[in-house]
């Protein structure tokens, strides 16, 4: 266990240098820069643009602007923002709370939905409830959210006036947690909704493959009652493909929603992402990419040590 | 105005006042009159304090030293929380905020020869922190600008000035080294900073003043939420009028359909920046409770030609363009009828404007013939064609930005009847608007420029058409065109050389005779900012003049 442990960490540790080349390579190549900015807002000029340039060590060649990069967070130092010239690493943990915030309450609520529906379907399969979840879960994955969110807001805030339009909590008023519970519903239900869908199906068919097992069965013949049965012999073997998805979506956790943060003007990962980009503001980019590809080689490492717990014949040698 | 009058600056409430005088006195319309008494209903009202606003953006303010690089969207909060030694009313004077009065020759602020401006600033006035604001911090502001260990926005102007001296508290003298009439709009842009908070960091660039600012503003620094807004609360001892408001929040939305639905919705009380966009101002017309405010800004739409190109050298070929191009369409179709054409870099609010340019005028007939008659000849393809170079080129712009697309698709079908293919490349702005812009790579590109406003009130072209100017050649400079006129050279030194604004008006207004007759550029319509504000906020007033409306949020109060 431990020098599988080992193993995998190593892997993971040449995965992330190959991560930062490629990454700096593909952003620094990409045409534009972060200068670009300047450009349509301020009376800057060309000597400007130079001088600031040469600050930033953007005149030099990409190999030694990496080496430098490279060598500054071997050092602990990830660099400062070109936008807000505040540390990297400050800008992404300000994002995370609220962050964190709206995608585990959406991820609690996908997964509460989804495993619900997924276990009824399976039990009822082929019944109106189940193509009715089967049909709502096709739905829900192909409903754009951006339209979806709008509409959420059109309906329950500008027409209804039950939820607020946007934002993590009321501006300028004191802390609330009814306030900010309120704030969530909207996002949640949005991002919930076209989360459901993978684990209502992961669930439904894990679930049917297990229900027709022999231990099911028997369990059922020697007269454990059915809800036992459910989710102590057949819902724990279905859980596998499940830890999957669960490590999967790890990254997502933190890595935010661009399209509902967007349209819920929520201050998260996937919009100062995509912020970011349109700044060129290479040290934030080269941050979040980082900070993502720590959190898929864990995500996926903890689903594969779940295994182990959850699956008595799987062992790591 | 006299412009040597103290404290006159008393926020929207005395310039409302103004108005409604001009406009009585004047015996003007009715309809100017009865805005001006509406102005007048929110004078004559004790302005009643308390309250919030919230203003969305559709870009995230993060640059708090008002010194640094910055966007335009910083701004505004800079606005909020410094002052300047004066700024620029709606109206194009200045009005002063931390000089006592406007330096001019005649009130001897600034000498004959244009050399010496001799400032005395307002006393009085504090910090943020309680300290006395003093000439101490204006001269300490120009040497952060100046030093080579601060990443200055900029340095241009300011590295004209000889010295600046303070001879006692409340005054200072510049010495120039040579004259730059610009020097006041300059000022009107620099925010100044406190010697006693930034004289003592160690890192000039990175320091806790980036996130903790101090000035003299109404306003003064509670918290960013990063991603999110940022919260200013009132400062109790502003030293003008106002603040009437507790607090004003910057709330970042970064979708301008999102930021209208929640302009419907009641969550923000004012759409900044780019506002309400013009598919969205039938729906805004029918809104209750809200005010809009439809002003024209001094940002000119410009189809930007690079000269460099051999297509774009032939003076004929650039009128052709301009008289094949359908302005009245373009505005009508595309753009709702909304901003007014244009025929200059300047707005008709500029003292320096030249009311007297030949008006725009569609005509693809005679375009054709004086393309026919220069020799380009339609080749084989359709497109004209002379001397191996055909009349075909791209246009780019910000990638997404779906009104300006119609735009041009609705040019290049307009060309295409002269014979001339242009062709559409947008790109995502980091790209357009970086080397590929600064270095001269494009054909053309449309784009809209605050020539005077960027400047800080003043109509100086130098910088943008001055042959010295021209980046991939000197290395500074934003005459991106490439335009190379000697006279306009000549015309342009003498427009920032010469004091005052008689002297200088002539002079702009052959620059702006030159530039229309030569058509380096085609001016294409003013824009107008669609702002809305909930009906009960009063003295929101629109400045063309500055780059945010937030200007005078000081004077801002909520009519209950």
Redesign the interface.
């Known amino acids: 266990m431990g020098r599988y442990l080992m193993r995998r960490l190593l892997q993971g540790g040449a995965v992330l240098v190959g991560v930062t080349v490629i990454a700096f390579a593909l952003l620094h190549l990409a045409p534009g820069g972060p200068l670009a900015m300047y450009t349509l807002t301020t009376s800057m000029g060309a000597e400007d643009l130079a001088r600031i340039s040469h600050e930033l060590g953007l005149d030099q060649p990409l190999p030694v602007q990496y080496a430098r990069w490279a060598a500054n967070l071997v050092h602990g130092d990830w660099g400062r923002s070109y936008r807000d010239s505040r540390p990297v690493l400050v800008d992404i943990a300000d994002r995370l709370p609220g962050t964190v915030e709206l995608m585990l309450a959406s991820l609690l609520l996908a997964i509460g939905i989804g495993v619900a529906v997924g276990i009824l379907g399976a039990l009822r399969r082929y019944s109106i409830f189940d193509y009715l979840a089967t049909t709502g879960a096709m739905v829900s994955l192909s409903i754009p959210t951006f339209w979806f969110g709008l509409m959420m807001i059109f309906v329950f805030s500008v027409t209804l006036g039950w939820i607020p339009s946007g934002d993590m909590y009321s501006l300028g008023r004191p802390f609330s947690l009814v306030d900010r519970l309120h704030h969530l519903v909207g996002p949640v239900t949005v991002l919930g909704l076209v989360l459901v869908a993978p684990w209502s199906r992961y669930t439904r068919s894990g679930m049917l493959e297990v229900l027709y097992q022999d231990y099911v069965r028997t369990a059922r013949a020697k007269g454990v009652p059915a809800p036992r049965v459910v989710v102590q012999h057949a819902l724990r073997n279905a859980l596998i493909p499940l830890l999957t998805l669960a490590g999967v979506q790890l990254p997502m956790l933190f890595g935010g929603a661009l399209v509902t943060e967007t349209v819920f003007s929520w201050p998260g990962m996937g919009r100062f992402f995509v912020d970011s980009l349109g700044y060129r503001d290479y040290p934030v980019l080269m941050g979040i990419l980082i900070f993502t590809a720590v959190l898929v080689i864990l995500g996926n490492l903890l689903a594969d040590l779940l295994y182990a717990v959850v699956d008595p014949r799987i062992r790591f040698g | 105005m006299p412009a040597t009058e103290p404290y006159v600056d008393k926020g929207g409430v005395s310039v409302k006042r103004r108005e409604f005088l001009l406009a009585t006195l004047g015996g003007a319309g009715a309809a100017m009159a009865s805005q001006a008494l509406r102005g007048l209903g929110g004078a004559a009202a004790a302005p009643q304090k308390g309250g919030?606003v919230?203003v969305g953006l559709s870009q995230?303010p993060?640059?708090f030293n008002p010194l640094?690089?910055?966007?335009?969207?910083d701004r505004g909060v800079h606005m909020c929380l410094f002052d300047a030694l004066w700024r620029m009313n709606p109206q194009g004077q200045f009005v002063p905020n931390l000089a006592a009065a406007i330096p001019t020759v005649e009130n001897g602020g600034i000498s004959k020869d244009g050399l010496q401006y001799t400032i005395h600033l307002r006393r009085g006035v504090t910090w943020h922190d309680g300290a006395p604001f003093t000439a101490a911090d204006v001269e300490f502001t120009h040497q952060f600008i100046m030093n080579p260990k601060f990443?200055a926005?900029?340095?241009?102007g300011y590295d004209g000035i000889a010295s600046l001296t303070t001879p006692d508290p409340s005054t200072v003298v510049l010495r120039l080294s040579k004259p730059y009439a610009p020097m006041l709009a300059l000022w009107s842009d620099t925010y100044i900073v406190p010697k006693h908070v930034l004289g003592s960091v160690t890192d000039l660039?990175?320091n806790a003043f980036?996130?903790k600012p101090i000035g003299t503003g109404p306003f003064t620094f509670g918290e960013r939420?990063?991603?999110?807004?940022i919260?200013l609360e009132a400062n109790r001892t502003y030293y003008g009028a106002g603040p009437y408001l507790d607090?004003v929040?910057f709330?970042?939305?970064?979708?301008l359909?999102?930021m209208f639905?929640?302009f419907?919705?009641g969550?923000i009380d004012v759409t900044g920046i780019q506002g309400i966009t013009v598919d969205h101002f039938d729906e805004a017309k029918r809104l209750k409770g809200v005010t809009l405010h439809t002003g024209p800004t001094n940002f000119v739409e410009y189809l930007w030609f690079n000269l460099g190109r051999p297509q774009f050298q032939d003076k004929v070929v650039r009128e052709a363009l301009y008289l094949g191009m359908d302005k009245q369409s373009y505005i009508q179709r595309i753009y709702y009828g909304v901003p007014p054409d244009s025929e200059s870099y300047l707005a008709p609010s500029s003292w320096a404007f030249n009311p007297n340019l030949p008006k725009h005028e569609y005509n693809p007939e005679k375009a054709r013939a004086r393309l026919e008659e220069a020799g380009w000849k339609v080749g084989a393809d359709g497109i004209r064609a002379k001397n191996g170079v055909r009349l075909s080129f791209s246009n780019s712009t910000t990638a997404g930005n779906k009104v300006r697309e119609q735009a041009q698709a609705f040019l290049q079908q307009n060309w295409k009847a002269i014979g001339v293919d242009m062709q559409i490349k947008d790109?995502?702005?980091?790209?357009?608007?970086?080397?590929?812009?600064?270095k001269s790579q494009f054909d053309s590109v449309t784009?809209g420029w605050n020539i005077w406003g960027?400047?800080?009130g003043d109509p100086n072209v130098l910088?943008w058409f001055g042959s010295g100017?021209i980046?991939v050649k000197?290395?500074?400079?934003?005459n991106t065109t490439q335009y190379v006129n000697e006279k306009m050279d000549r015309l342009a030194e003498e427009g920032v050389s010469v004091v005052g604004q008689e002297k200088r008006k002539p002079i702009y207004r052959q620059i702006q005779a030159i530039l229309r007759e030569d058509l380096p550029v085609l001016p294409i319509f003013y824009y107008v900012n669609i702002e809305g504000t909930k009906a009960g906020l009063q003295n929101y007033q629109q400045n063309a003049n500055l780059?945010s409306n937030v200007w005078n949020a000081n004077a801002w109060w909520w009519a209950k």
């Open positions: 919030q919230i995230e993060t640059v640094k690089p910055h966007i335009e969207v990443d926005a900029t340095r241009v660039n990175n980036d996130t939420v990063a991603g999110d807004h919260t607090r929040i709330k970042y939305i970064p979708d359909t999102v639905t929640r419907q919705t969550d790109m995502p702005a980091a790209v357009v608007w970086g080397d590929y812009f600064f784009v960027e400047a800080g910088n100017y980046p000197s290395g500074k400079g934003s780059v």
